[in-house]
């Protein structure tokens, strides 16, 4: 690994962005743990079982990635979990009520951009630190979701709707699908338009990209509305995949979702990492936590190595970025 | 000046003398070979344009840096600085541009923090001893204030005394001072200038960066002349020009005269400022600006220059009055007086102008990219290709387009901050200290290309604190005091006697 740190430390090389040659390092890494498990473990190849670490890592990235673009303006949005739940029983609602899966996804979606867009006007509005403005969203989705299910549970979809979640096609699942068009649209959204461009500005240097001439609050409704629609993406996955909701199901989603951000390259600084890392990102954690199941480690050994490799990533990252100050 | 008689000495045993000091970081030598001695009770500058090694000398000085090479004596003797305790034990005590005062304790305690003398019950302090010591301090360098005065309550130089008194109460014998009169008004720095003579006069040596040739014929004992690292050389000012001292800094004949072709007419009203007002203390203010002009904005540091143009822009909220650019009524944000054609430069570029850690690219297309990209995608190359045009243009020293815009040197990257906003082909360029901390070669090249802006049918509106410049370069200017505006000096009127004299508080 010194080998890493000490390339990175050389003056400036002109073929490959600090970004690129991020994503390149944990693209070996992913491989490395691929290769590793193979080894020692029989099944890790089967195709079943490369298939379900794909629709795993596609739950966990849906999510990572509008928070993504969050972490790129130096934010953090905490309520991504509770967004999906609140979401995910108005759209399952929603669809016992009409009948219409169309209707309940368009509802989820509009129910988690709704959320964000709050988080949004908080951000720039009213000017509170977007830990602390999502961090109380949390509670208050919360508390929402709880007193509009009252304890009961969903469940009982149109098989058509369930699909989405569990459906194959063309001998893979259609999550993984939904995965590699949301993977190119996020990609294409922070680096190939200008919004994506004038996102990245606003983290590196907020103040900076104001006095640039960039309408900094505008774009940061937009990415939290952007953060809290995925989350009513996810959401749908979540319904029909389960085939039921209930109040609790976003308590497990946030922290792995930041965890895959990190993981992926992007730093809490704002300003630095992509979408494409963020993907990787869900990979490795969801194949770390595959291996152990496959390996039959136990279960609880799993909260402990997704810290160290978030620690780990992150402390790499800080010492191969180049120091500019 | 290569051929100037050795220096005299006049005590035969240096305080403090480096030989042979070399640092390096990865791809830059930043000192090669340095040698350099400091005598008891003098004055000793330090000349060198930005990246000439000052700094570097200075973090060597104070243990921040530790050397790779060389020698360190103290009165003669052999002595190693490998750490910030070890100058410190030799008395050698460093006053940043950037204060290291924590601004919600007081006077007393910033002087003596961490050697607080404790009280009788552990863990507390022995309030009135800490204000006794301070008072005794702050006499000595004669700064008549309370000690129980909080330092955020402070200007910048009377946090600059505290951090003198701070340094003599651990009986500094060496006191390295960078650039102290960057922030300091006139009077302010006749003060610390008298401050000065005192401490030589008790002993003290003083080693003093600046970038102000006045300062160095003033104060100076001795010079020495840094450039890329090296020692060009060590004079007497009795001894050299300034023309002679600007040489060997950038090793080149610079023209010092700033260049500025006066139009004979100047065109149509580009901004008319009526009766402003804002929050951030700036009230009635009237100003216009017309295309070819470079119009200046003096005043003391502090009498609302920058809020003026801070206002314009609309980084801060106007309470009452009109701004009329290009004959439409203007207000809102940054991003709307952006898309009319109005750019600022703010004075301080890299918390305010630059993304650090972005590419000079990214940094140079940031306010175009509506104009380049109109469809609302971005393309790298191209970006890159406009970039590449501007880099020529304004001759920014850099690898290439990708290069981390904070590893350039400052006039680089002052260059890449007004460079944004010819990419986005502004009209109204709102300079704000816009040749503080760079290199004589860099400020002429500034200014020439303020000059070719405006002879192009833009206009400037210019703050600065060095009156010379405003007097060289602008058309006329206004004079602001206590956030109004006192007065307007035209093209004949504009001599620095005049400026200071508006500039003034009445006594």
């Not at chain 1, 952007?226 to 749908?236: D, E, H, K």
């Not at chain 2, 404790?118 to 009135?128: E, L, M, S």
Request: aromatic share 6%; net charge neutral.
């Amino acid at each position: 690994m010194t080998d890493i740190t000490k390339d990175a430390m050389m003056p400036p090389r002109s073929f490959l962005s600090q970004d690129a040659i991020q994503v390149f390092y944990r693209l070996l890494a992913a491989l490395l743990i691929c290769a590793v498990l193979a080894v020692l473990s029989d099944s890790f190849l089967s195709l079943g079982n490369i298939l379900n670490v794909l629709r795993q890592a596609s739950l966990t990235f849906f999510i990572a990635s509008g928070l993504t673009l969050v972490v790129l303006t130096a934010g953090l949005d905490l309520s991504v979990g509770a967004n999906v739940a609140l979401s995910a029983c108005i759209a399952g609602t929603v669809i016992h009520k009409t009948g219409s899966p169309a209707l309940g996804i368009l509802t989820g979606l509009a129910c988690g951009g709704l959320v964000g867009l709050l988080n949004g006007i908080m951000v720039t509005a009213l000017r509170i630190p977007s830990f602390i403005a999502t961090y109380g969203m949390l509670w208050v989705l919360n508390g929402l979701t709880y007193w509009y299910m009252a304890g009961e549970t969903l469940h009982g979809f149109p098989a058509g709707f369930r699909q989405i979640g569990s459906g194959y096609l063309f001998g893979l699942p259609i999550p993984v699908y939904l995965l590699l068009v949301f993977l190119g649209i996020g990609t294409f959204f922070a680096q190939r338009t200008i919004w994506g461009q004038e996102i990245y500005a606003i983290g590196a240097n907020p103040v900076a990209a104001r006095l640039s001439g960039i309408p900094v609050a505008r774009r940061l409704l937009l990415v939290y509305a952007v953060s809290g629609t995925m989350a009513g993406l996810a959401s749908i996955i979540f319904l029909s995949r389960l085939n039921s909701a209930e109040a609790d199901i976003g308590e497990s989603l946030t922290l792995p979702a930041i965890a895959a951000v990190l993981i992926g390259g992007t730093s809490l600084f704002g300003g630095v990492g992509t979408v494409f890392g963020t993907f990787i990102g869900a990979l490795i954690l969801t194949l770390v936590l595959n291996g152990m199941n496959l390996l039959s480690v136990s279960a609880n050994w799993q909260p402990l190595v997704t810290g160290i490799i978030v620690i780990l990533a992150v402390w790499l990252d800080m010492k191969t970025r180049r120091r500019t100050q | 000046m290569s051929d100037a008689l050795p220096i005299e000495v006049t005590s035969p045993t240096p305080l403090l003398e480096l030989r042979g000091i070399s640092k390096e970081f990865p791809g830059v030598k930043a000192l090669d070979d340095v040698s350099f001695a400091v005598y008891p009770g003098e004055v000793h500058m330090l000349l060198g344009e930005n990246g000439a090694g000052k700094s570097s000398l200075m973090k060597v000085l104070c243990g921040a840096y530790r050397a790779d090479a060389g020698e360190f004596y103290y009165n003669g003797a052999k002595v190693t600085i490998s750490s910030t305790a070890d100058a410190q034990k030799l008395g050698i005590a460093v006053i940043f541009q950037e204060f290291s005062l924590v601004p919600y304790l007081d006077i007393a305690q910033n002087i003596f923090l961490g050697r607080e003398p404790k009280g009788r019950i552990p863990g507390t302090i022995d309030r009135r001893r800490i204000l006794a010591d301070a008072r005794r301090v702050l006499d000595t360098i004669g700064f008549d204030i309370d000690p129980s005065t909080t330092v955020d309550k402070l200007g910048v130089a009377q946090q600059q005394m505290v951090e003198i008194a701070k340094a003599i109460s651990q009986n500094a014998r060496i006191l390295v001072m960078d650039e102290p009169t960057a922030a300091l008004s006139d009077r302010e720095t006749e003060l610390l200038f008298a401050l000065i003579a005192r401490l030589k006069a008790d002993g003290v040596s003083i080693v003093y960066i600046s970038h102000r040739m006045a300062e160095v014929f003033a104060l100076g004992d001795r010079i020495t002349v840094l450039r890329d690292g090296r020692r060009i050389d060590g004079v007497r000012p009795a001894d050299v020009t300034p023309d002679q001292l600007v040489r060997m800094m950038v090793g080149r004949n610079v023209d010092m005269t700033y260049p500025r072709h006066f139009a004979d007419k100047p065109g149509e009203v580009l901004l008319e400022v009526k009766g402003l007002s804002a929050s951030t203390g700036i009230s009635d203010i009237n100003i216009e600006v017309r295309r070819g002009e470079i119009v200046g904005l003096c005043g003391l540091v502090g009498s609302g220059r920058s809020e003026v143009a801070r206002a314009i822009f609309g980084a801060d909220p106007v309470t009452s009055g009109e701004i009329i650019f290009d004959g439409k009524a203007i207000s809102g944000e940054p991003d709307l007086a952006a898309r009319r054609g109005i750019a600022l430069i703010p004075e301080s570029r890299k918390s305010e102008g630059l993304a650090l850690l972005r590419s000079v690219s990214d940094n140079l297309v940031v306010s175009a990219l509506k104009k380049l990209f109109p469809s609302g995608l971005f393309d790298q190359r191209s970006a890159q290709r406009t970039a590449d045009g501007l880099i020529r243009q304004l001759r920014i020293a850099t690898p290439n387009a990708r290069q981390t815009v904070g590893l350039l040197s400052g006039g680089n990257q002052q260059k890449v901050v007004i460079g944004k906003w010819l990419a986005a082909g502004s009209k109204l360029f709102i300079f704000d200290e816009p040749t503080r901390g760079i290199d004589i070669g860099a400020k002429s090249e500034i200014f020439a290309l303020i000059d070719r802006l405006v002879a192009e049918g833009a206009a400037a509106l210019m703050i600065s604190s060095e009156q010379i410049e405003i007097c060289h370069v602008c058309d006329r200017a206004y004079v602001m005091r206590e956030g109004r505006i006192a007065g307007h000096l035209t093209r004949n009127e504009l001599t620095e006697e005049n400026i200071v004299r508006l500039g003034m508080h009445h006594a």
